[in-house]
């Protein structure tokens, strides 16, 4: 494709992304991730490299990718018994019973539904700012209004700020840890203290999407002593299946109880052909291995280029890195995008932080390359 004609489709896709980002209009401080359907029309994806919805460049794993091709052929059936497999293979990998989890169509779609069931007993939510935020407009509309409470200077959960932020209509307190777009972690105990503290009372969603990366220490064993503890995790990141939408939450079975009946049906999820590569992922310990160590690799890679550029940059513990572009002169989104890579963008009003997400080695050393060009 033409140089030219290129740019001409990236500035194309970028005013689709826009103008998406303009139907949440009525949502402040929404964040939507990378809209692809922006650039599905003009066939551009194959040519772009995608650094904006933290994806596994690496997956599915070739045992998730058979699986989900044999399973095409018996789709013409309900997912009946899938369920409860996939289901026990989730809790021997977490250490719980099958009666400790519900899956969604992603953590997304369970991101929903356990706000459900905090706008149903009426009140408001607790966040950080930034974090991940995109289930945050419906559980407004769901009548569920958002405190948000700043990061502290070093870009971490402020555990006591969220606490204080709590008030007597405070319902559920959402976490990110690691923390998105951050990719900075809490220290175990800390939150071992938040989560005693705060659910005892309320319910605490911890978004655990990345932990796997680093081995974060999930905080799932508090699920038996804490009902109101809510844990999410996806098949999205290290088993490299995002398009697949396979996620679940880990909790109390009495809360998992109350979490389905805000389902619509708890079988209606992720389909049979999505669950028969989840169940072929879980076992594919290799391929995770593998994407781990890429990463790091790939990481690397792009924080000496930081380095050696004078870019500052916050250790992360995830699959994307939060990086301070106040110090470099030219205007980074726009020249990575110049150079066929998209992705790298702001999360903070009025700041010269962005995230990047990490692909392969590769194109991280083009990210690294383009960036020395242009200083
Ligand atoms: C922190 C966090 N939670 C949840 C999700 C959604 O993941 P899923 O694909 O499982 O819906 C993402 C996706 O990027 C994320 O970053």
């Not at 009946?80 to 169509?105: C, F, V």
């Not at 989104?333 to 692909?359: D, M, V, Y």
Request: hydrophobic share 40%; charged share 20%; proline share 4%.
């Amino acid at each position: 494709m033409e140089r030219r004609q290129l740019l001409k489709q990236s500035a194309f896709a970028i005013a689709a992304f826009s103008f998406s980002r303009e139907l949440f209009a009525n949502a402040p401080n929404t964040h939507l991730d990378f809209n692809p359907s922006a650039l599905n029309s003009s066939n551009m994806l194959s040519s772009m490299i995608r650094l904006g919805s933290n994806e596994n460049p690496h997956g599915p794993s070739t045992l998730a990718k058979q699986a989900m091709i044999d399973a095409v052929s018996i789709s013409n059936r309900y997912q009946w018994d899938m369920n409860g497999e996939l289901k026990i293979e989730i809790a021997k990998m977490t250490g719980h019973t099958k009666d400790h989890i519900a899956l969604g169509a992603g953590s997304s779609e369970l991101l929903g539904i356990v706000s459900l069931w905090a706008a149903y007993k009426k009140g408001n939510v607790v966040a950080s700012e930034p974090t991940f935020k995109l289930w945050m407009p419906a559980a407004r509309r769901m009548g569920l209004p958002t405190k948000l409470v700043p990061l502290t200077e070093t870009k971490h959960n402020d555990l006591n700020g969220l606490m204080n932020a709590m008030d007597e209509q405070t319902r559920m307190v959402y976490l990110c840890n690691p923390n998105n777009p951050t990719g900075t972690v809490s220290p175990t105990s800390a939150l071992e203290d938040f989560i005693k503290k705060v659910a005892s009372t309320t319910i605490v969603l911890l978004d655990e999407a990345y932990t796997d990366y680093y081995d974060t220490p999930s905080m799932s064993k508090m699920i038996d002593t804490y009902p109101n503890l809510v844990i999410a995790k996806t098949f999205s990141k290290t088993f490299g299946m995002a398009g697949a939408r396979v996620g679940y939450v880990l909790a109390h079975p009495n809360t998992i109880k109350q979490l389905n009946e805000f389902q619509a049906w708890a079988n209606a999820g992720p389909s049979a052909v999505s669950m028969q590569g989840a169940l072929a992922a879980i076992k594919d310990k290799a391929f995770v291995t593998y994407c781990k160590q890429e990463n790091i690799k790939a990481k690397e890679i792009l924080y000496n280029g930081f380095d050696a550029l004078g870019i500052k940059h916050i250790k992360s513990f995830t699959s994307f890195v939060y990086f301070d572009t106040a110090t470099y002169k030219k205007d980074i989104p726009a020249l990575l995008l110049a150079n066929q890579i998209t992705g790298a963008r702001s999360f903070e009003q009025n700041s010269s932080w962005l995230r990047i997400s990490i692909g392969t080695v590769a194109e991280m050393e083009k990210v690294v390359a383009v960036l020395k060009l242009g200083a």
